[in-house]
């Protein structure tokens, strides 16, 4: 295994990132690109999950110069409609702020209406904070995530090879999961023709679903490109 630095960013409206209504994949490749710059970084492999994974790969189109490896995760490079669980999600945390809820445990209770599984409730409230009042607040901006639901389906490029990324790359999929189905594969290698796909054991959220076997994949692959 190498020597590596590993940087983490919270995208725009996640995390500690700054809030903003522009939420487009356009507007996170440019953060992302930006961050790069300030850290004084050269040649980066990136890594994003879903939303991430998208704009990975718009970073990756927009300056590969800048990126020596990409690895998306669970996303494809196409227009697709989101499934419907990102509403379910959206809809219960503004739920669960509407109800100025003082416990975490409350806040389960009302997400449990929208997501069965407990692995998913717990990270989506792992944005959970206390605010200024008593009452537990998501640290992301729930409305403007909401409203962003539609633009998230989309891809900015909306034509397959309009550019490339020649740089190695790996489709990290989940095999319970739909994002990254077998008919997606064609524009994937359109956008980047050195694409490998590798299939991990587990749904969208793999990489809390089949952690190790994520890592395997990934290591895998980073001892193994140049």
Not at 53 to 63: C, G, P, Q
Not at 103 to 132: C, H, M, W
Not at 183 to 194: L, R
């Amino acid at each position: 295994m190498c020597s590596c630095q590993w940087h983490y960013q919270d995208l725009r409206n996640h995390g500690q990132s700054f809030h903003s209504k522009e939420h487009t994949y356009s507007a996170m490749a440019e953060d992302v690109v930006n961050f790069i710059h300030q850290q004084k970084l050269n040649k980066c492999v990136l890594i994003g999950h879903s939303m991430g994974a998208k704009a990975a790969m718009t970073v990756a189109l927009d300056s590969p110069s800048l990126i020596s490896a990409l690895i998306p995760v669970d996303n494809a490079p196409v227009n697709a409609p989101l499934k419907s669980d990102f509403g379910k999600y959206v809809r219960g945390m503004q739920q669960i702020e509407a109800q100025n809820v003082a416990k975490q445990s409350d806040a389960d209770k009302i997400l449990k209406d929208y997501e069965e599984s407990l692995p998913i409730r717990q990270f989506l409230l792992t944005n959970l904070v206390r605010g200024e009042h008593g009452a537990m607040k998501f640290r992301v901006p729930v409305s403007i995530l909401g409203d962003a639901l539609s633009e998230m389906a989309n891809f900015p490029y909306a034509e397959s090879g309009s550019a490339t990324y020649d740089g190695p790359t790996l489709f990290v999929r989940g095999t319970k999961s739909r994002y990254v189905s077998d008919d997606t594969i064609p524009a994937i290698k359109k956008f980047f023709p050195k694409a490998q796909i590798a299939d991990v054991e587990a749904g969208h959220w793999l990489i809390s679903e089949n952690p190790e076997a994520f890592r395997q994949k990934v290591v895998t692959f980073l001892q193994e490109t140049p």
